[in-house]
Nanobody
Framework: QVQLVESGGGLVQPGGSLRLSCAASGSIRSINDMGWYRQAPGKERELVAGITRGGTSNYADAVKGRFTISRDNGRNTVYLQMNSLNLEDAAVYFC???????????????WGQGTQVTVSS
C-alpha cells in the first residue's frame, strides 16, 4: 500500500508564505516525477509545479518567481515553498507522484488527500 500525505496548509495573509510538504510512504521501490496541483472552488485542478527525480523543475506561469518546488529523495518527500501569496493562490493543494511499488512492474501515479491553503486578510 502506497500513500501520499500532505501537510503545511493553512491560513495566511496576502504577501505571506507557506511551505507544503508531501511524504510518500508504504511499499515503495522508486519514485520518478513528483508535483503539486491545486484546485480552487469551481475550477479545474491545475499543475502548479513539477520536479523530476534528478531535480529538474517546471512551474505554472502564475507562480513562477514566487513558488519553489524541491524534493528529498532519501525521505521520499516533495516540498513547495510558496512566497508572496495572493488571493488567487487560495485552493486545495494536492501532491502527485509517479511511484513504482515493490510488488509492481510499472510506475503509477498516486494522489494525496489535499491540503487547504487560504489567503485572506
Amino acid at each position: 500500500q502506497v500513500q501520499l500525505v500532505e501537510s503545511g496548509g493553512g491560513l495566511v495573509q496576502p504577501g505571506g508564505s507557506l511551505r507544503l510538504s508531501c511524504a510518500a510512504s508504504g511499499s515503495i521501490r522508486s519514485i520518478n516525477d513528483m508535483g503539486w496541483y491545486r484546485q480552487a472552488p469551481g475550477k479545474e485542478r491545475e499543475l502548479v509545479a513539477g520536479i523530476t527525480r534528478g531535480g529538474t523543475s517546471n512551474y505554472a506561469d502564475a507562480v513562477k518567481g514566487r513558488f519553489t518546488i524541491s524534493r528529498d529523495n532519501g525521505r521520499n518527500t516533495v516540498y513547495l515553498q510558496m512566497n508572496s501569496l495572493n488571493l488567487e493562490d487560495a485552493a486545495v493543494y494536492f501532491c502527485n507522484a509517479a511511484i513504482l511499488g515493490r510488488s509492481s512492474s510499472y510506475f503509477r501515479y498516486y494522489w494525496g488527500q489535499g491540503t487547504q491553503v487560504t489567503v485572506s486578510s
